[in-house]
């Protein structure tokens, strides 16, 4: 107490409420938001009121170092990153945000003074779900560690009035709720609105040639739209650098009231309003599989275009020369969702700033870098043309324009290879004419690159092939890595502490020296608190699930986990038969002595997409019964965790004993839940697919259970013919799993339901699972085994997290850094607000 009066009366003199740092100040700035900004008692306030003043009490710091920031990359002319993406899958800021400014304990013993509980406050927040999956968590990832590396950064996206659904489950089935995750206001948020763009979209071209003689455009649009930025600083990790997320929201432009009074149709007007509003309303929950809606389209142009519009202002508002634009920015194409801003940025200097097509074709190439995140075909973006002419008339001009000079540079390199054209050509010529989004974001950019070793090469010998063959030079790989922030140090305190203990803390921010754990590998004490604090973990994921869930589950068993989106090539299925073959064998032999296993999923699939849904409800079913049967005698429960979502994840990934990274080779890019997993301990059971390639080298092949067919074999066999018969009827075991879905067995006798599954199965199975089935059952079985001698598993463990290092965020940005965008770091000084209403540098 004596302490903390000292603290308390050296500090009252500098600190002030929205500043200072001592827990008696942010006590006081809590209870102050409290009262002047939530305008509560707190007798009368509710847990959320509590969580808005701590928001705020957290914000005022965030401000502080924000301003700084922006005011010192402008001073600096730095270059600056700009990361455009239609997701970002942030999660939670609070937590985030009082780890990286490192006053996570000094805000627990505040709230605590206050008689609340931070865990509680915490767990108010709802979760900016503005991403599907794995591409919005990295752009959230990447985010992080680029203010960690006090790069100086911008990230653009769509601020959508309702995110990614809410899943819940009903009688097995997946039900999409409405996300409304602003309901209670976005205390994280600052709006600007005097940062606004105009959009246009539709109409018709006009062309005429200038006083100058120039031939020039004129786009009479349709409909035009409002873009207001709507800025979130992101604090680096134990740096002052805060870099803005900048994410638009669509409104109808002021013009529209003046209309609405004037032409006598009211109600009209109104309507255009509703229509300029609905581009930013929702976020499409498809991952992986492309949806060719003319909504979605506006959304990725509207997006861009005032991201783009932002950049050159702020360039030409500090003094910069338009034809400098690209010393000045990068722009990294997260997917081709943003590659319509290829075409854009030539309007822009074309049509607006008055450049000609050489200058402004150099600015654009000059600026924009891509990367791929899938080779999956149903994902990749054609937009009809008829539908691309009606939303971007001015855009198609401008895109036959690149494609002819283009085709033509093409035709001299290659002469007489039309199949080359063909393949290059940024209008697809099919039965349907269509715009490739690829080929515009690989002409357009002066890099390209894929996620994970394996998908880099294949992106070169498969659908980039020609585009390989046209410039090597533009592509490299870029493995992907997530936050150790969040990750570990946010989701993981207890695996933190016991890590921290042995090696201090300098690895949260250069993660390789997790290394430094190897040399504890034989400590028994430490083998012994890991060991403890996995299963102190599993503990309280099984508190939750039997709250929520009222399963009971046993937490020496092996947690073994698949979260992720839903989707057949990710093989929920091929984890479901292995359940079932586990169930068939204690059904024969109810004493046979098995390890007992705890299976976990987690996962939404798209509303349209009709398989990944029934395989919802074939989890759900399988746990039922095999839940409930006595025989089973609670050695192996299936668990399906609703809403699988960061904040959900952020207590599943610290859970697992055994990670499913189980898709069909070739067909995940990279995979980053593979990494929270590893980084969490957990062990892997995997195809050579993705990133798995490269965890298994680093963690070491001894401590990774591999399985399943190589990319080379998948292909060799689809080429020999691929029978899924052949599998079914030569396997015992599996024929009777696969007879016991389609016989009604875990449908309470109705054999129809699955039978779509069935079916596809065994006279498709585009993903090999019954090629992969054997495999997999093996593989599981060495599992079991290993898992039986729990000091060697902890060893094994420890070794996974000791050699994680590379799978950083923090590791990936240096690498785009480095070999893409040649920018370095620009720290940034402390700014403090003086009474007397100046600005000075902290000295
Ligand atoms: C990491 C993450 C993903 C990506 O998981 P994969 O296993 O790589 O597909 C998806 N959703 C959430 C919420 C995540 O945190």
Not at 105 to 124: F, K, M, P, S, T
Not at 152 to 168: H, T, V
Request: with cysteine.
């Amino acid at each position: 107490m004596n302490q903390l009066n000292e603290t308390f009366n050296q500090h009252i003199e500098i600190e002030d409420d929205r500043t200072g740092l001592s827990i008696p100040t942010l006590r006081r700035a809590i209870a102050d938001n409290l009262f002047y900004v939530q305008g509560k008692f707190p007798s009368i306030a509710t847990e959320n009121d509590y969580y808005m003043a701590l928001a705020y009490t957290v914000r005022d710091r965030l401000l502080q170092r924000w301003l700084a920031s922006s005011n010192s990359y402008i001073e600096n002319k730095t270059r600056m990153v700009c990361y455009l993406s239609a997701e970002f899958l942030l999660g939670p800021h609070l937590g985030n945000n009082l780890i990286n400014l490192g006053i996570y304990d000094q805000i627990h013993r505040a709230v605590e003074e206050l008689g609340l509980n931070l865990d509680i406050l915490i767990a108010q927040e709802e979760e900016p779900g503005l991403g599907n999956g794995g591409l919005g968590r990295l752009a959230a990832c990447y985010m992080d560690s680029l203010a960690t590396l006090e790069i100086p950064a911008i990230g653009y996206g769509i601020r959508y009035e309702f995110g990614i659904f809410d899943q819940e489950i009903r009688d097995g089935w997946q039900v999409e709720i409405t996300d409304k995750w602003l309901r209670y206001g976005n205390p994280w948020e600052i709006c600007r609105p005097e940062i606004t763009y105009e959009v246009k979209l539709g109409g018709y071209i006009d062309h005429y040639t200038d006083h100058n003689g120039n031939y020039r455009s004129y786009w009479h649009p349709d409909l035009v739209v409002k873009g207001v930025a709507y800025d979130t600083p992101i604090l680096g990790y134990q740096v002052t650098n805060a870099n803005t997320l900048r994410l638009w929201k669509s409104e109808a432009p002021e013009s529209f009231d003046f209309q609405a009074f004037n032409v006598g149709n009211y109600y009209g007007a109104v309507d255009k309003k509703i229509v300029c509003e609905n581009i930013s309303k929702v976020l499409y929950p498809n991952d992986e599989q492309f949806e060719g809606k003319q909504l979605r389209l506006e959304q990725q142009y509207f997006f861009v275009s005032c991201s783009l519009q932002d950049m050159i202002t702020l360039h030409l508002l500090y003094g910069g020369k338009i034809e400098t634009f690209h010393e000045k920015f990068v722009a990294q194409l997260n997917d081709t969702h943003p590659s319509i801003g290829v075409a854009e940025l030539m309007r822009l200097l074309i049509d607006d700033h008055k450049l000609n097509w050489e200058k402004a074709w150099k600015i654009t190439t000059h600026t924009f870098a891509y990367t791929n995140h899938t080779l999956l075909p149903e994902a990749l973006e054609t937009w009809g043309l008829d539908l691309f002419a009606k939303v971007l008339p001015r855009h198609l001009e401008i895109i036959y324009e690149i494609n002819r000079r283009f085709l033509e540079e093409v035709a001299l390199k290659f002469p007489n290879n039309q199949g080359i054209i063909n393949s290059l050509s940024l209008i697809g010529e099919g039965d349907r004419k269509v715009v490739r989004m690829a080929n515009l974001a690989c002409v357009g950019s002066f890099a390209i690159n894929g996620v994970a070793a394996l998908h880099s090469q294949l992106l070169t010998e498969t659908v980039l092939h020609d585009w390989y063959q046209l410039s090597p030079q533009k592509f490299s790989n870029k493995t992907n890595g997530v936050t150790p922030r969040r990750w570990i140090v946010l989701s993981n305190p207890r695996l933190t502490n016991l890590i921290s203990l042995k090696i201090g803390t300098h690895w949260i921010k250069n993660l390789d020296e997790l290394r430094k754990l190897e040399e504890f590998i034989n400590d028994d004490i430490f083998c012994k608190s890991w060991r403890q604090v996995k299963t102190d973990i599993k503990k309280d994921l099984a508190q939750k699930v039997k709250q929520q869930q009222k399963i009971i589950l046993n937490p020496e068993s092996l947690f073994d986990i698949q979260v992720k989106r839903i989707h057949e090539y990710k093989r929920q299925h091929l984890n479901v038969l292995h359940i079932i073959t586990l169930y068939n064998r204690l059904k024969k032999n109810p004493k046979l002595d098995i390890v007992p296993r705890t299976f976990i999923f987690g996962g939404k699939a798209a509303p349209g997409y009709f398989m990944a849904k029934l395989i919802i409800k074939l989890i759900n079913s399988v746990g039922e019964v095999v839940n409930n049967d006595p025989d089973i005698h609670d050695r192996l429960k299936v668990v399906f965790i609703p809403d699988y979502n960061v904040t959900n994840s952020q207590r599943i990934y610290p859970a697992a004993d055994l990670s499913e990274q189980i898709s069909t080779a070739g067909k995940e890019a990279s995979g980053t839940g593979n990494m929270k997993f590893s980084m969490n301990g957990a062990l892997t059971i995997g195809t050579l697919d993705g990133a798995n390639v490269e965890i298994r080298v680093c963690v070491g092949e001894e401590n990774f259970f591999l399985f399943g067919l190589t990319t080379p074999e998948v292909a060799q066999i689809k080429n020999n013919g691929y029978n899924p018969w052949h599998y079914y009827q030569n396997n015992a075991s599996l024929k009777e799993v696969i007879d016991q879905i389609a016989s009604g067995y875990f449908s309470h006798g109705d054999y129809n339901l699955f039978k779509p599954f069935v079916d596809s199965l065994l006279y498709d199975d585009q993903y090999l699972l019954l090629a992969d089935y054997q495999s997999y059952i093996d593989c599981q079985d060495r599992v079991a085994e290993v898992y039986r001698n729990k000091e060697h598993w902890a060893k094994m463990s420890i070794l996974n997290v000791a050699r994680i290092g590379k799978f950083s965020s923090d590791r990936s940005i240096r690498d785009y850094c480095k070999d893409i965008w040649k920018v370095h770091p620009h720290p940034v000084e402390l700014i403090d607000l003086c009474p007397d209403g100046q600005c000075r540098l902290r000295n």
